[in-house]
């Protein structure tokens, strides 16, 4: 069984501003509908552009529609448009660079979409370019992820405030999992989960992937995952049949976790009857064999005590109750792995 350590969400953790993380799907859904039911295309033909100095900026006139403001990305992919370099760019006064594109953007009768909200443009595509909503793909993800929520909000160590759920002017990023869908995979215990990612604006394709992982960390790294699969598109004609795609993709982790929790479901129970040994010294040996320190296993072992019994299910218990006051992120990571691990003498 190949094992993964996926990155993806942690790398989006650190990179988000407070103003791009949403606290729920619900919170994340509607900022997406707002943005999606406030922006139009506009269509024209690139003559039609005519980038203008406005108070010490560069502003984009879009034929008879008026006068925008140009972000970040909208001005990188106008630089892209007429071949210039946005560095380059960036160092001229703005008035010398709206004649540089008045030399330099493309003509022709091919039109451009140019998508605005309110007074900003969002983003420029030739006529090739097909945009696909976010609100769409969210609107699927409550609708069939049953059951599946944000991991744990990332901890000072993780960039405080870090939820899984991100939009930003240039792309979303969906992190969910499903903290009560533990099942057993070969002997193992594991939950699923998944990525979705999206952008409006070209940043990035569409796709997803799915997992089945055994631990988060506060960084959002997921741990020891397995059953990974990745699905991608970019935004071209056929871009709408993502949606249908990446909808099997997660009925299909839904099915499987439907089917599987019964079997996990089981295993606890045998767990919770099963024991790992008579007394306190019989039970550290055991757990010295898996790969807890005795200083660990002292500890857990004085919290299992108080269920009266040594059961898999008392001490795989303790184990995680213990952990949760370790401050290294991988040392905690580590010891629940090998309790999850343990699981494994119930099957």
């Known amino acids: 069984m190949m094992k993964q350590n996926l990155t993806s969400a942690s790398v989006e953790l650190f990179r988000r501003t407070p103003d791009e993380r949403f606290g729920t799907l619900q919170q994340l859904w509607e900022h997406c509908h707002r943005e999606h039911t406030s922006s139009r295309d506009l269509w024209t033909p690139p003559q039609e552009l005519r980038p203008t100095p406005s108070d010490g900026r560069l502003d984009l006139g879009v034929a008879t529609e008026g006068e925008f403001k ?65 609100v769409e793909l969210l609107t699927m993800l409550r609708e069939f992820a049953s059951g599946f929520e944000p991991p744990q909000e990332a901890g000072q160590s993780g960039g405080s405030g870090g939820t899984g759920l991100y939009c930003g002017e240039q792309d979303m990023f969906v992190f969910m999992i499903d903290p009560l869908g533990w099942i057993e995979i070969e002997g193992e215990a594991f939950a699923p989960g998944f990525f979705l990612w999206n952008s409006e604006v070209g940043r990035r394709s569409v796709g997803v992937q799915t997992f089945w992982f055994q631990a988060v960390c506060q960084n959002h790294i997921v ?81 299992a005590r108080q269920n009266g019994r040594f059961t898999i299910f008392s001490v795989v218990d303790a184990l995680t109750r213990v952990t949760g006051r370790y401050a290294h992120v991988g040392d905690r990571t580590e010891v629940e792995v090998t309790a999850s691990r343990l699981l494994a003498l119930a099957v």
């Open 223 to 303: 741990w020891d995952a397995v059953e990974v699969i990745d699905f991608s598109r970019k935004h071209t004609a056929s871009v709408g049949e993502a949606v249908s795609e990446i909808r099997r993709l997660i009925e299909r982790l839904v099915d499987k976790r439907d089917a599987r929790r019964d079997s996990f479901a089981r295993v606890i129970r045998k767990a919770m009857d099963a024991s790992l040994g008579t007394d306190a010294d019989e039970v550290a040996n055991v757990l010295h064999k898996h790969g807890v320190t005795r200083s660990l296993a002292k500890q857990a072992l004085e919290v």
């Open 70 to 134: 140009l972000n970040s990305w909208s001005f990188g992919q106008l630089c892209q448009l007429a071949g210039l370099n946005k560095d380059t760019v960036n160092r001229l006064q703005p008035a010398t660079a709206a004649r540089v594109f008045e030399e330099t953007l493309p003509s022709g009768n091919k039109p451009l979409q140019v998508y605005t909200r309110g007074e900003t443009t969002r983003s420029i595509h030739g006529a090739a370019y097909t945009r696909l909503p976010n």
